[in-house]
């Protein structure tokens, strides 16, 4: 059966043929059939785990098909490795970045790019180095061009995620590459660098390239693409142009059911004691050059049980370094030192005052941790789902005698558990490398809520998670604060933030710069604070 772009337009950029790859018993792309029309944009959108990512890892070479053949330009393509797909104008930006985390962004731009060579006319062999300088200035021109500004001298490890990705996406451009993969290029972006992005994504299309993207994100696949070609359960279930789609459209044909996408969440109303208090918080930066700056201004917050207390922010803005103070506050506040940057103030947890507390003393108390990078912080990758689920949580009472593990409760508990999320594949014994990434996130989400804890830190615990999934997760999350729990939500979603927030903290420079109730601010004026538009004094608590 012809495919839709085939019938209306043989200029093809990609063409996959009754592709089929297996990882053991689980196929995950099954005789799938599609293909992209040069010069589009083309969303591919499925649950978790449906199998988009492996097809993307497949044109890009980084795994070879079992079965079927793809079509790049019009001609058969059996890739040895990504570097003959880079040869033929595929670049590809994964879902978790693969940046070397020591070397600066410039040297990660320009790493194994042989076109940029300095060559050493009098030598008697030939010795090539490679032009830094020019290098760097044509990078500067790709990023001023595209907006994506990054210090180009700083170590990627010490980059917030979202500055991690604008590499990823300049190194593709720097390499010209004419095939764009994108897999969830906008999880970490806010609203207005989602529509930059696109807007520049529209520019390279405008100038004949094809950009495929993997994404989640059903408004952006709407406003921003040509084409959508639906992923379930590793086969491809249609084909449909984004001028003839609706939302809930798509969300059934990826699910086979209706979803609900905008859920009314009541406003929480019993309130509990504060479960997170910070007062004066101040947190000077001694690590960068920027002395001057405060990483966190005289921060003032409290989050009692029983509520949600969104904070909304354009990444960088002090979030990250929030949540580690909030969990780390011993490295912050004890005696200075030249790793860490010196915080003041008062920080109580649980209604404990912890900042001089020892590391040992924070485990013993219970907080669950939805962690934004969820490969550094969530999980160990060459370990079975079933020792994620119990990591750090082995010494509670139900999972041992003494010192011996309980190992039929911990199974029969996780069997239940991936059961309850919806986890696949259903394999407990699978290492968490092996699921895709919202499925890992679920993994991460059943083990902190299992703690039973009274405080929870979710940072964009629905990242990279289907449609399917986030209503369920909500729903999850929903039910743990009417339970009592207090939730402190960091999410550049602002659909999370306005879905699941009872109160919004909007934090700009380090500083909580406005408070709302979910119910008296709309999108444009939280979008405007988010940015440091606010000119009116913060609303109070
Ligand atoms: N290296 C691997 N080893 C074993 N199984 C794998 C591997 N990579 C993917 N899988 C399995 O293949 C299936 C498809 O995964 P894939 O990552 O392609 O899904 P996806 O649609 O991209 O999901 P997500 O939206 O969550 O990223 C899943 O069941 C996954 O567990």
Same mark, same amino acid.
């Given at each position: 059966?012809?495919?839709?772009?085939?019938? +209306?337009?043989?200029?093809?950029?990609? =063409?996959? !043929?009754?592709?089929?790859?297996?990882?053991?018993?689980?196929?995950? &792309?099954?005789?799938?059939?599609?293909?992209?029309?040069? *010069?589009? /944009?083309?969303?591919?959108?499925?649950?978790?785990?449906? *199998?988009?990512?492996?097809?993307?890892? /497949?044109?890009?070479?980084?795994?070879?098909?079992?079965?079927? =053949?793809?079509? %790049?330009?019009?001609?058969?393509?059996?890739?040895?490795?990504?570097?003959?797909?880079?040869? &033929?104008?595929?670049?590809?930006?994964?879902?978790?970045?693969?940046?070397?985390?020591?070397?600066?962004?410039?040297?990660?731009?320009?790493?194994?790019?042989?076109?940029?060579?300095?060559?050493?006319?009098?030598?008697?062999?030939?010795?090539?180095?490679?032009?830094? !300088?020019?290098?760097?200035?044509?990078?500067?021109?790709?990023?001023?061009?595209?907006?994506?500004?990054? @210090?180009?001298?700083?170590?990627?490890?010490?980059? @917030?995620?979202?500055?991690?990705?604008?590499?990823?996406?300049?190194?593709?451009?720097?390499?010209?590459?004419?095939?764009?993969?994108?897999? $969830?290029?906008?999880?970490?972006?806010? @609203?207005?660098?989602?529509?930059?992005?696109?807007?520049?994504?529209?520019?390279?299309?405008? $100038?004949?390239?094809?950009?495929?993207? %993997?994404?989640?994100?059903?408004?952006?696949?709407?406003?921003?693409?040509?084409?959508?070609?639906?992923?379930?359960?590793? #086969?491809?279930?249609?084909?449909?142009?984004?001028?003839?789609?609706?939302? =809930?459209?798509?969300?059934?044909?990826?699910?086979?059911?209706?979803?609900?996408?905008? @859920?009314?969440?009541?406003?929480?109303?019993?309130?509990?004691?504060?479960?997170? +208090?910070?007062?004066?918080?101040?947190?000077?930066?001694?690590?960068?050059?920027?002395?001057?700056?405060?990483?966190?201004?005289?921060?003032?917050?409290?989050?009692?049980?029983? $509520?949600?207390?969104?904070?909304?922010?354009?990444?960088?803005?002090?979030?990250?370094?929030?949540?580690?103070?909030?969990?780390?506050?011993?490295?912050?506040?004890?005696?200075?030192?030249?790793?860490?940057?010196?915080?003041?103030?008062?920080?109580?947890?649980?209604? #404990?005052?912890?900042?001089?507390?020892?590391?040992?003393?924070?485990?013993?108390?219970?907080?669950?941790?939805?962690?934004?990078? !969820?490969?550094?912080?969530?999980?160990?990758?060459?370990?079975?789902?079933?020792?994620?689920?119990?990591?750090?949580?082995?010494?509670?009472?139900?999972?041992?005698?003494?010192?011996?593990?309980?190992?039929?409760?911990?199974?029969?508990?996780?069997?239940?558990?991936?059961?309850?999320?919806?986890?696949?594949?259903?394999?407990?014994?699978?290492?968490?490398? *092996?699921?895709?990434?919202?499925?890992?996130?679920?993994?991460?989400?059943? !083990?902190?809520?299992?703690? =039973?804890?009274?405080?929870?830190?979710?940072?964009?615990?629905?990242?990279?998670?289907?449609?399917?999934?986030? +209503?369920?997760?909500?729903?999850?999350?929903?039910?743990?604060?009417?339970?009592?729990?207090?939730?402190?939500?960091?999410?550049? +979603?602002?659909?999370?933030?306005?879905?699941?927030?009872?109160?919004?903290?909007?934090?700009?420079?380090?500083?909580?710069?406005?408070?709302?109730?979910?119910?008296? %601010?709309?999108?444009?004026?939280?979008?405007?604070?988010?940015?440091?538009?606010?000119?009116?004094?913060?609303?109070?608590?």
């Amino acid at each position: 059966m012809k495919t839709l772009n085939q019938l +209306e337009d043989t200029s093809l950029a990609i =063409e996959f !043929r009754k592709v089929t790859k297996s990882f053991g018993s689980i196929v995950a &792309n099954d005789q799938i059939s599609f293909s992209v029309k040069k *010069g589009s /944009i083309q969303a591919l959108v499925g649950e978790n785990g449906a *199998g988009k990512s492996t097809a993307m890892k /497949i044109l890009f070479g980084l795994y070879k098909e079992d079965e079927g =053949e793809i079509l %790049v330009n019009g001609k058969p393509q059996h890739w040895a490795s990504p570097r003959d797909a880079i040869k &033929n104008g595929i670049g590809m930006v994964h879902q978790h970045f693969m940046l070397a985390e020591t070397a600066t962004g410039l040297d990660n731009i320009i790493l194994g790019d042989e076109e940029h060579t300095l060559k050493i006319p009098f030598l008697p062999v030939p010795f090539n180095i490679i032009d830094r !300088r020019k290098a760097r200035k044509e990078i500067q021109a790709i990023a001023n061009k595209y907006g994506l500004n990054v @210090p180009l001298n700083v170590k990627v490890s010490k980059l @917030p995620v979202g500055m991690q990705q604008r590499i990823e996406i300049l190194k593709l451009l720097y390499r010209n590459a004419d095939i764009l993969i994108l897999d $969830e290029p906008t999880a970490v972006l806010t @609203p207005i660098e989602v529509d930059e992005l696109f807007e520049n994504l529209k520019k390279l299309k405008n $100038e004949g390239k094809t950009i495929i993207i %993997v994404t989640h994100k059903l408004r952006e696949v709407l406003n921003f693409t040509d084409n959508i070609v639906v992923f379930r359960t590793g #086969k491809v279930v249609g084909e449909i142009k984004t001028a003839e789609a609706t939302e =809930e459209k798509i969300a059934s044909m990826m699910v086979g059911r209706n979803v609900n996408l905008r @859920p009314e969440i009541p406003i929480a109303s019993n309130l509990n004691k504060p479960v997170l +208090e910070l007062k004066n918080v101040t947190l000077k930066d001694y690590l960068t050059k920027d002395s001057k700056r405060n990483l966190l201004n005289n921060l003032s917050m409290r989050v009692r049980g029983g $509520e949600i207390v969104g904070i909304a922010g354009v990444e960088g803005n002090g979030q990250s370094e929030l949540l580690d103070l909030i969990f780390h506050p011993q490295n912050y506040f004890g005696k200075k030192t030249s790793s860490h940057s010196h915080a003041t103030g008062d920080i109580n947890l649980l209604g #404990k005052a912890v900042k001089h507390k020892k590391s040992s003393e924070m485990l013993d108390l219970i907080v669950g941790f939805i962690p934004e990078d !969820r490969h550094k912080n969530g999980l160990l990758l060459n370990m079975s789902a079933e020792e994620n689920y119990i990591l750090g949580r082995h010494w509670e009472k139900k999972f041992r005698y003494g010192f011996l593990q309980k190992i039929k409760e911990i199974q029969k508990t996780v069997k239940s558990e991936m059961e309850k999320y919806d986890v696949r594949p259903r394999n407990s014994k699978l290492n968490a490398s *092996g699921f895709s990434g919202g499925n890992q996130q679920k993994i991460i989400i059943a !083990r902190e809520f299992g703690k =039973e804890p009274e405080f929870i830190v979710a940072a964009n615990p629905t990242r990279g998670v289907d449609i399917g999934a986030i +209503e369920y997760i909500h729903k999850q999350i929903v039910a743990e604060r009417d339970k009592g729990v207090g939730i402190l939500l960091v999410s550049s +979603e602002l659909d999370e933030i306005f879905t699941l927030s009872d109160r919004i903290l909007v934090m700009y420079g380090g500083e909580i710069v406005a408070e709302y109730k979910r119910n008296e %601010v709309d999108e444009h004026a939280l979008g405007l604070a988010m940015c440091g538009g606010l000119s009116e004094g913060r609303k109070t608590q």
